[in-house]
T-cell receptor, first 112, second 114 residues
Framework: GIQVEQSPPDLILQEGANSTLRCNFSDSVNNLQWFHQNPWGQLINLFYIPSGTKQNGRLSATTVATERYSLLYISSSQTTDSGVYFC??????????????FGKGTHLIIQP | GAGVSQSPSNKVTEKGKDVELRCDPISGHTALYWYRQSLGQGLEFLIYFQGNSAPDKSGLPSDRFSAERTGGSVSTLTIQRTQQEDSAVYLC????????????FGPGTRLLVL
């Protein structure tokens, strides 16, 4: 099956810092989503971005589909940005299951 | 509008008992997904419904797991003869029409098998 690798696994930053999270995937995809899992376990949609660049406030994301990677940028970090960030993809060919394959996540801690 | 809802929020059961988990997708969403999040396995896909049919059930962990969807809306995931390794958070998601669309997740059901 498709492999999804996220880096770094853990990241500790001071409030106000910027960060870049990376997601590499092993095959062509027709769906790529970034999620933030809050301390209560809720998966919050950040971006649907199988290709191109999008921005939403302090967050932006870029997916280079031909090179099979996506980047999530967080600027001017706040303590509320803490949590686990997941990248998830769906195979272009569909395979058998049609579900999202998740990476292991990046655990981000923003210190005041 | 309302998001994906799941019930119960938490479930504690004894090994060997059956449990039923419920998912209400976003109104009008035809595609519905079940996932499981556990410490050892991370987030894994279980099953997908388009309308009331599930084209592929191979993602279900064992034959103790089953799922159904009726009326193109509510879905139930049933685990028979629960085992301790079934302890996990079970997440449901829905999307408007299926492939290559944003999936929206519910808050999950936290299952603990004693």
């Amino acid at each position: 099956g498709i492999q999804v690798e996220q880096s770094p696994p853990d990241l500790i930053l001071q409030e106000g810092a910027n960060s870049t999270l990376r997601c590499n995937f092993s095959d062509s995809v027709n769906n790529l989503q970034w999620f933030h899992q809050n301390p209560w376990g809720q998966l919050i949609n950040l971006f649907y971005i199988p290709s191109g660049t999008k921005q939403n406030g302090r967050l932006s994301a870029t997916t280079v589909a031909t090179e099979r990677y996506s980047l999530l940028y967080i600027s001017s970090s706040q303590t509320t940005d803490s949590g686990v960030y997941f990248c998830a993809v769906e195979l272009y060919s569909g395979g058998g299951a049609d579900g999202l394959t998740f990476g292991k996540g990046t655990h981000l801690i923003i210190q005041p | 509008g309302a998001g994906v809802s799941q019930s119960p929020s938490n479930k504690v059961t004894e090994k060997g008992k059956d449990v039923e988990l419920r998912c209400d997708p976003i109104s009008g969403h035809t595609a519905l997904y079940w996932y499981r999040q556990s410490l050892g396995q991370g987030l894994e896909f279980l099953i997908y419904f388009q309308g009331n049919s599930a084209p592929d059930k191979s993602g279900l962990p064992s034959d103790r797991f089953s799922a159904e969807r009726t009326g193109g809306s509510v879905s139930t995931l049933t685990i028979q003869r629960t085992q301790q390794e079934d302890s996990a958070v079970y997440l449901c998601a829905s999307s408007l029409a299926g492939r290559a669309e944003t999936q929206y997740f519910g808050p999950g059901t936290r299952l603990l098998v004693l």
